[in-house]
């Protein structure tokens, strides 16, 4: 008996690994690009600067993304949509680290507050997190209901 993967987990692998090979390649050919049109230096500077501009605004962004959590979980309510944005964030702050010029545009999409949270919105509503949100009550409330009970241990034969 041969066990194959799921077909949309093939598909996924395929795309991440078509991701891995076909970034690094478009990163070289806009540096090779760039570089020949403004220099070498002036392109590295361009590269450092994009980087400390994104760590800037990625640190900004987490750490009012963090206290929306927070005041989520104060009003009882769970935080999916901060938490996933949350997500997004850690994945901005990983491209805009990522030396390249497509992972910085990428990474400053994913920095834009409107787009970001429509993107999240997307991914709950097209039921990325179902196991999340069956947890919760329709108005997105935490369930709090406690069942009682007994029980007896059966025989171990």
Do not use: C
């Amino acid at each position: 008996m041969v066990l194959r993967p799921h077909n949309k987990a093939m598909n996924i692998f395929r795309l991440f690994f078509l991701a891995l090979v076909a970034i690094p390649l478009l990163e070289i050919y806009l540096f090779i690009k760039v570089g020949g049109a403004i220099g070498v230096w002036q392109t590295v500077l361009v590269v450092l600067i994009t980087a400390v501009i994104g760590a800037w605004a990625w640190r900004r962004q987490g750490l009012a993304t963090l206290r929306r959590v927070q005041e989520s979980m104060a009003r009882n309510e769970l935080p999916a949509l901060p938490m996933l944005e949350g997500v997004l964030l850690m994945l901005a702050g990983a491209l805009l680290i990522t030396p390249g010029f497509f992972t910085d545009t990428l990474g400053f999409l994913l920095l834009i507050p409107l787009l970001r949270s429509r993107l999240a919105s997307y991914m709950i509503f097209k039921g990325i997190f179902t196991s999340v949100q069956s947890r919760t009550h329709p108005d997105g409330k935490f369930s709090h209901r406690t069942l009682e009970g007994e029980y007896q241990r059966g025989s171990e034969d």
